[in-house]
């Protein structure tokens, strides 16, 4: 491949693509490498159309935040000048190995959880004839990103950071998965364990390094970034606009339209350590939490109606939107505090994905 210009450009310098038309132009592309082109021994054409498969239903369908940040990202930190078409094309491979690495926590968060839907659609383990053989698939998935990291960045100087970083985010988001578990098992009620110091930590290590450090941290190391005190000044920025994803995500879960949002919300039923439970847990009334420990964590609509009623004698969705301007707010001091090097646009850009959704 030439090392054309950034993706392509007309005489008036704009570019032929949109950085969302690549990016899905490339998903077919990839499929095909890894389904197809990867592995040529025929004993194992039942596996990769199966792998094929696991790939086409299970990584397309969202929002694509976290791997068009990459590109994003990475068009704020270098000139246009040095946006080569290779370097482009990389940006957005790593974007799509983002993509797949969400997918692979979702697989398998999805068989713990019991979800029903995702993305509009039934979870891959609901699937007629998948069940539990979605575990094996989730694993594809993630053996999937360093099989393109391999053959596409292993020549560039940044490679060893790319492995790096997404393995120890693996590690954190499996560990904040950890803590989530631990925090919300089915079957056994206990309130004390809703703390706001727990709810943080999962929400940190579980969303926010994987879905808000993860894309601007690779992004910096394909610009050649590698200085530490940069990358923890990116951090103290992205886990807060993690946290505060994660907050949406949970008043969305409660007052969310599954039309919009593409899944039916559940953490009522699923005794989670969510936003809405641990502020609740702050602002109620011994009669209110006798009623909160009674019908909280219980498949039972009856009892799922009763909290969201409780919510609502809270005030929660008031709760709710002074807490995102607040937050908003201490972003923009972080931007201000942290980003003295860094392109404040890469932080604003994030922000304005997310502050004000509906889905």
Known sequence: MGDGVCNGTRGDGKPLRS??????????????????????????????????????????????????????????????????????RRALLVGWCIELLQAFFLVADDIMDGSVTRRGQPCWYKKDGIGLDAINDSFLLEAAIYRLLRRHCRDQPYYVHLLELFTETSFQTELGQALDLMTSTSGQIDLNRFTLERYKAIVKYKTAFYSFYLPVAAAMYIAGIESEEEHNNAKHILLEMGEFFQIQDDFLDCYGDPAVTGKIGTDIQDNKCSWLVVTAL???????????????????????????????????????????????????????????????????NFAEKIYKRNK
Do not use: W
């Not at 972003?331 to 890469?346: E, R």
């Open 282 to 348: 702050e602002n109620i009334t011994p009669e209110q939490r006798a009623e909160l420990q009674e019908c909280y964590g219980r498949h039972d609509d009856a009892c799922v109606e009763k909290v969201k009623k409780l919510y609502n004698n809270l005030q929660m969705p008031t709760l709710y939107h002074k807490y995102e301007e607040d937050s908003y707010q201490r972003l923009q001091k972080l931007i201000s505090c942290h980003a003295k090097n860094l392109p404040h646009s890469i932080f604003l």
């Open 19 to 88: 950085d969302p038309q690549l990016f899905e132009a490339q998903f077919d592309e990839l499929v095909t490498e890894l389904a197809e082109k990867d592995l040529a021994d025929p004993a194992l054409a039942d596996a990769l159309s199966r792998f094929r498969e696991v790939l086409v239903y299970n990584s397309p369908g969202g929002k694509r935040n976290r791997g068009l940040s990459v590109i994003a990202s990475l068009r704020d930190l270098l000139p246009p000048g040095e946006l080569t078409q290779d370097t482009v």
